[in-house]
């Protein structure tokens, strides 16, 4: 797998514990940083050597799939299943166009993040916390691995368990309820295709991803990049994978996306209207290294702010009897077993503990 640095363990000269918690107990993240003024990124951000953000190695473009006409015309059902194919075999992502979710719902998606963002710090403060237990339907706070994490990201974020047991609208933040729960549907719609064109992909039955539980969970995240005054300095989101089987990224017009690829970090640019599909550690796993989980990263930007929208299909922090391990079908005397079984949350607890460090949390369970 690609770039399986290793964590910084340089330790800092001064008291990390007691900056970091400072800042947590503000209860309002980076946008309060930002609120207040300040000119120069504090140091619980600091990247161990500075960002370059003007590369000047020449942009790879990530695969475009086009899903016109998947359901009714055999001939392209099998070319989309064939450009899924290599482009999970190869970069772990792509975008997707003609996915079926209306226009005007992903742009009230990203203002409804954008409207939970800008409330008032008092009202906002409401929903801040640490506790994953799952007593709250709405985790927001800044940084989920504030404590653990080398490096503290340039981001705030709100994690939403939208299934299996969909949340009654009181309990979702009033800037973004009913919008979470109409494109919620309509991502757990699209997520269902996908899954049955990945399968095929993998020559297996359309519904043998469905049929091991890979949309049985599905997570909205709705991240917010305050505009920064030192990018170089920091990191929207530190190199990572994802801990989901499949995750479908919205984006806004602002870019800052990049994906690690033959060696080099290539930009995502914002398409209105494109969203954008990757291979999560979970089928990584069960599809024994078939599809490749990419590392990828947000760089911090002077100009801001920028809003996504994360989709993980991942029952994630719920706790479920079922183990996951490569797919039988999958595997041969040439291509044995690399992974042990895990059920997900020992590999999300697993994932949190260790915090976004440059390393993948897919190595812990290699055989």
Same mark, same amino acid.
């Given at each position: 797998m690609a770039l399986?640095?290793? @964590?910084? @363990?340089i330790q800092p000269d001064y008291d990390r514990k007691a900056e970091l918690r400072a800042f947590d107990e503000t209860k309002t993240g980076v946008k309060g940083l930002v609120d207040a003024g300040i000119t120069e990124v504090p140091r619980i951000f600091h990247l161990p050597s500075p960002e370059n953000l003007n590369s000047q190695q020449p942009e790879l473009t990530l695969p475009t799939i086009d899903l016109q006409g998947i359901d009714n015309n055999l001939i392209r059902r099998k070319e989309v299943i064939e450009q899924v194919k290599d482009a999970l075999e190869s970069w772990g992502f792509f975008q997707l166009v003609n996915h079926g979710i209306p226009n005007n719902v992903l742009e009230e998606m990203i203002k409804g993040v954008m409207d939970f963002y800008e409330q008032e710090s008092e009202v906002k403060k409401q929903w801040y916390t640490r506790d994953t237990s799952g007593k709250t339907r709405v985790i927001y706070n800044s940084n989920f691995d504030l404590y653990a994490a080398p490096v503290t990201n340039w981001?705030?974020?709100f994690y939403c368990t939208m299934a299996p047991n969909p949340p009654q609208p009181h309990e979702l933040p009033p800037p973004c309820r009913d919008i979470l729960l109409k494109y919620s =549907?309509? %991502? /757990?719609? !699209?997520? %269902? @295709? !996908? !899954? =049955? !064109? /990945? +399968? =095929? +992909?993998?020559g297996l039955n359309p519904n043998h991803l469905l049929d091991m539980g890979c949309a049985d969970g599905l997570a909205v995240l709705g991240h917010y990049y305050p505009t920064c005054p030192q990018p170089e300095l920091t990191i929207g989101a530190s190199n990572h994978t994802d801990n989901s089987f499949i995750t479908i990224l919205l984006q806004d017009h602002m870019g800052g996306l990049k994906v690690f690829y033959q060696n080099q970090w290539t930009h995502v640019p914002p398409i209105p209207g494109v969203v954008v599909v990757n291979a999560g550690d979970f089928l990584q796993l069960i599809t024994n290294d078939k599809f490749v989980s990419s590392q990828h990263k947000v760089v911090a930007n002077k100009v801001g702010p920028r809003v996504s929208i994360a989709s993980f299909f991942t029952t994630g922090n719920i706790q479920t009897e079922k183990v996951y391990g490569p797919i039988t079908e999958l595997l041969s005397n040439d291509n044995p077993a690399k992974y042990r079984g895990t059920t997900l949350k020992e590999y999300v607890d697993y994932y949190n503990a260790k915090g976004l460090d440059n390393t993948s949390a897919l190595l812990h369970f290699k055989i």
């Open positions: 399986n640095g290793t @964590s910084t @363990s981001r705030d974020t =549907e309509q %991502v /757990m719609k !699209l997520g %269902v @295709s !996908l !899954l =049955e !064109l /990945m +399968a =095929e +992909a993998l």
